[in-house]
């Protein structure tokens, strides 16, 4: 009888053991598949207008300027639409617009643009890492300012030891550390996430993901593709 019960005790543990990493390792994908649908949807005019040039800028009445810049729109596109800012104030935080809002009750007043905060924040247990958490607001998207401290997280992921978001440069082919390092004219097209998590093993996991913005609607080399084409066209003396 002591044997059998052994056997049942180890048993038990065993699947205690292997379900609690189960939900931690869950824990983490869902947290990876939120940040490659935030990515996915970003929002901004630049992906489908032009900036104005710069030799034709105008007094501001003679413009088609709707919006004033401000701290979160502070340049505009060709059209007047504003360009919402992507913003690192610390290497572990990302703020940016996203298309990913979906109205909870029919004909409110919400569009599907929203506001998105990536940060990290201290845990019950500081020996074990901080916490990952999205704010996430869709009150008043155009507003000129965002008051982030009144705002409710959500928790993604604990025991995370460290967060860095990093910014693909076609120009300088390499990835830099903050949106502002990309050349004027650079889109943001890849962001990269860095992440060292640790498990309830008190085991560390460096973990890197590559997520595309706009994916799969926006292929730059398919773009790329046709403009050679259309110049290929054109050498040939076809309309």
Do not use: C
Not at 16 to 35: G, I, K
């Amino acid at each position: 009888m002591i044997g059998v019960y052994q056997i049942i005790d180890n048993s038990t543990i065993s699947k205690e053991t292997v379900t609690s990493e189960d939900r931690a390792l869950l824990q983490l994908e869902r947290a990876l598949s939120r940040f490659n649908l935030d990515f996915s949807l970003i929002h901004s005019p630049r992906y489908f207008i032009s900036l104005p040039p710069k030799s034709e800028k105008q007094p501001l009445e003679d413009t088609k300027i709707r919006y004033f810049p401000s701290d979160q729109f502070p340049t505009q596109a060709d059209n007047g639409m504003p360009i919402p800012k992507v913003d690192t104030p610390e290497k572990s935080t990302l703020i940016f617009m996203t298309a990913a809002n979906r109205r909870k009750r029919a004909d409110t007043k919400e569009s599907t643009y929203a506001w998105v905060k990536y940060s990290l924040q201290s845990g019950k247990d500081s020996s074990k890492g901080q916490e990952l958490v999205r704010t996430f607001t869709p009150k008043d998207p155009y507003a000129p300012e965002i008051e982030w401290e009144g705002i409710k997280s959500h928790l993604l992921l604990t025991g995370v030891k460290s967060l860095e978001f990093l910014f693909w440069s076609s120009k300088k082919e390499k990835f830099v550390d903050r949106p502002k390092d990309l050349a004027p004219d650079e889109l943001i097209k890849l962001i990269k996430v860095k992440l060292i998590w640790i498990d309830n093993r008190e085991i560390e996991h460096n973990i890197s993901r590559t997520f595309r913005t706009l994916w799969p609607y926006f292929n730059p080399m398919a773009d790329q593709l046709q403009i050679q084409q259309s110049s290929t066209t054109l050498l040939k003396g076809q309309p």
